[in-house]
C-alpha cells in the first residue's frame, strides 16, 4: 500500500492539473500533483515539500477535500486530496511531462489517473455551474 498526498487548487472555474511523464504503468495519465508522504510528515508538511520538489512553488494547504483508496494491478493507493493555495504564474516541471489550467467543464476531456477520476467528479458536482 502506498500513502499519498495530493493538492486541489481551483481558481476561476479552472483547476490545474498535471501530466504524468511516459513510463510506468500510468504513464502520461494526468493527475492532481502530490506525491508520497514520508516518515513523521503530516499530510500538510507531505504536500508542501512534494509541491516545491515538483514544482518549484511554495503553497499554503487550506482545506482537507477528500480520501480515495484505489486498487491498481501492482499496489494500493491511498491517496489524501487537500486545498491548497499559491502562486502558480510560474512554475518549473520536475516531475512532470505536462501541466494545465483546465475548465472545469472540460476536466473529463483529459485521460486521468483511475485513481484521480473521483476527485475530477466531486469538482464537476460541486463546482461547475
Same mark, same amino acid.
Given at each position: ?26 504513464? $502520461? &495519465?494526468?493527475?492532481? =500533483? ?12 507531505? $504536500?508542501?515539500?512534494? $509541491? ?20 491498481? =494491478? ?8 487537500? &486545498? ?8 518549473? $516541471? ?7 489550467? *483546465?475548465? *472545469? ?12 477520476? =473521483?476527485?475530477?467528479?466531486? *469538482? ?6
Amino acid at each position: 500500500m502506498i500513502e499519498v498526498v495530493a493538492g486541489l487548487i481551483i481558481k476561476e472555474n479552472t483547476v490545474f492539473c498535471t501530466q504524468r511523464k511516459n513510463k510506468g504503468p500510468l504513464a $502520461l &495519465k494526468w493527475e492532481f =500533483p502530490g506525491g508520497k508522504i514520508e516518515a513523521g510528515e503530516t499530510h500538510s508538511e507531505a $504536500l508542501v515539500r512534494e $509541491l516545491k520538489e515538483e514544482l518549484e512553488i511554495d503553497v499554503v494547504v487550506k482545506k482537507y477535500y477528500m480520501t480515495i483508496t484505489h486498487k491498481y =494491478p501492482s499496489f494500493e493507493l491511498v491517496m489524501h486530496v487537500y &486545498k491548497f493555495e499559491g502562486d502558480l504564474s510560474v512554475y518549473k $516541471l520536475n516531475e512532470h511531462e505536462a501541466a494545465l489550467w *483546465i475548465d *472545469i467543464d472540460n476536466l473529463m476531456s483529459l485521460d486521468w489517473a483511475e485513481a484521480d477520476i =473521483p476527485i475530477v467528479e466531486k *469538482i464537476i458536482a460541486e463546482e461547475s455551474h
